[in-house]
């Protein structure tokens, strides 16, 4: 979706904690700022997910006639400084019906995704709302599907329960009345390019959560391991063991000793030439930090 050309469902977590807050976050009056063409929006993109194709192919089985991501634009919400819009992933309409189908590719559990996209959600179901009261249709709902990439897992559409949406439903519509506001107040923005939460595209998104999953399973071994080396050290050092081999693992008991080393801070506060003298650059490869919260 084109987000330059209004505020969307990937803006909805920012605006509902604007309503939820009374002010606005750095991510949302970045947001505004690109909007108003104060600075260049970020696009940061993976390849696509092969499985998306087949995602098509088993929505295409189970409602006919679907329409892959199309662009609603809310008319009561929308104004001259921006407009207020939605891209749903599928849309079927037929029968006095009105079916919205958002998808995600992710190792979550269905109420996993619940929580993590429901504002995303939210905002689906409000301009849904819209669209079925201006066609005058009384019938409508918003699905959930998922398809695990790691696996094998069940097609099945989880219909959205509106009662579930009601709190952030609320702080959304509140954000929205204050919104106009927040955007007058933006007129001039500089700042270091960081995409936050809900600005990273799902794909990213669901990425970031399986690689977090694993480091923090990596960070509970670390500290079976560390735990299982204290206890070791102890053992081998009171009785005297120098070395165990056990299913293909050596155990090494390393004695304590004492190490030497330079002292670059002294050196070079009480002697700064010679330390100037022996100093050497080498070139550090660009990488990418992990880092929790």
Avoid at 79 to 100: A, L, M, P
Wanted: net charge negative.
């Amino acid at each position: 979706m084109d987000r330059t050309k209004g505020f969307g469902s990937g803006d909805a977590s920012n605006i509902a904690a604007l309503g939820r807050y009374k002010t606005a976050n750095p991510t949302l009056l970045r947001r505004i700022a690109e909007l108003k063409g104060l600075v260049e929006e970020v696009n940061i993109s993976t390849p696509e997910i092969e499985l998306g194709i087949e995602v098509e192919r088993k929505m295409a089985e189970m409602l006919k006639g679907a329409v892959n991501n199309p662009l609603y634009e809310s008319k009561k919400l929308s104004n001259e400084r921006y407009k207020i819009r939605n891209h749903i992933d599928f849309e079927w309409v037929g029968g006095g019906k009105i079916i919205w189908v958002e998808h995600k590719t992710s190792i979550r559990n269905e109420q996993e995704l619940l929580t993590a996209y429901n504002a995303q959600l939210a905002w689906h179901y409000m301009l849904l709302q819209e669209k079925a009261e201006d066609a005058g249709i009384d019938d409508y709902e918003l699905w959930l599907t998922s398809i695990n990439p790691d696996g094998e897992s069940e097609f099945n559409p989880l219909k959205i329960q509106p009662n579930t949406l009601t709190f952030t439903l609320n702080e959304i519509r509140e954000g929205l009345k204050l919104l106009p506001d927040v955007w007058d107040g933006i007129t001039e923005w500089v700042d270091d390019v960081v995409i936050t939460d809900d600005n990273v595209p799902d794909v990213i998104r669901e990425q970031v959560h399986t690689v977090r999953e694993a480091l923090l399973y990596i960070d509970d071994l670390n500290r079976k391991v560390d735990d299982f080396k204290a206890k070791m050290l102890k053992s081998m050092k009171e009785a005297g063991v120098k070395s165990i081999k056990c299913d293909g693992l050596t155990i090494t008991y390393v004695e304590q000793k004492v190490t030497t080393r330079v002292d670059t801070k002294k050196l070079k506060a009480e002697m700064p030439e010679i330390a100037q003298k022996y100093m050497t650059s080498s070139i550090a490869d660009d990488y990418i930090l992990l880092k929790f919260k």
